[in-house]
């Protein structure tokens, strides 16, 4: 089997020209079109949290991507400030809205954690916003026989059930959200 990766990252203009991604978005919808016209497995990174992200800008992405029916699969990250990289650096200084949170590297790469907050998105809502991501984009009907193909069936039926979970877990969190601010 073939498989191909797109950085997709974002849709949003100024954050796209400040991590100089130079990719018109039209190619990857077309991009999509070709890979699924012959059979080969794509997949769109979007990464979160990068300098000027808010959350309209992730918005948009998500949008972007739920409507984008040639897109059947995509995976979201929260973008890591690595030592020694711009990005690192961008956080360091407190550019583009960006915070680094903690050095410990024990924290880095972890799926489900964030190391800086950029703008009013702390950590914790990246990681909300991660999971709002895979919600989002895998619940859409059209993307259950792509997802089925690609993890088999037991792993469709996996993921459906953390499609699940998420909705649930978002539902609480607006429930909870409204019960704090007194309107129930």
Known sequence: MIRLSFGLETVDAEIRRLIKKEVPLECYATANR?????????????MLGLPGETRETVG?????????????????????????????SMAKNGEHGLRLITEDFSKYRRYGSAVMAVHDLT????????????VSIYSA????????????????????????????????????KAALSGKD
Request: hydrophobic residues 40%; aromatic residues 12%; glycine residues 6%.
């Open 34 to 46: 070709i890979t699924n016209k012959y059979k080969i497995e794509t997949l769109n990174s979007v």
């Open 60 to 88: 948009k992405t998500l949008a972007f991507l739920k409507n984008a029916r040639e897109i059947h699969q995509a995976n979201f990250s929260i973008a890591t400030p690595y030592p020694g990289t711009e990005l690192y």
């Open 123 to 134: 950590p914790e809502d990246l990681i909300e916003l991660q999971n709002d991501g895979f």
């Open 141 to 176: 009907p059209w993307r259950i026989m792509p997802m089925i193909r690609k993890s088999g069936f037991l792993g469709g039926m996996l993921t459906m059930s953390r499609i699940f979970k998420g909705i649930w877990k978002k539902s609480f969190r607006k429930k909870h």
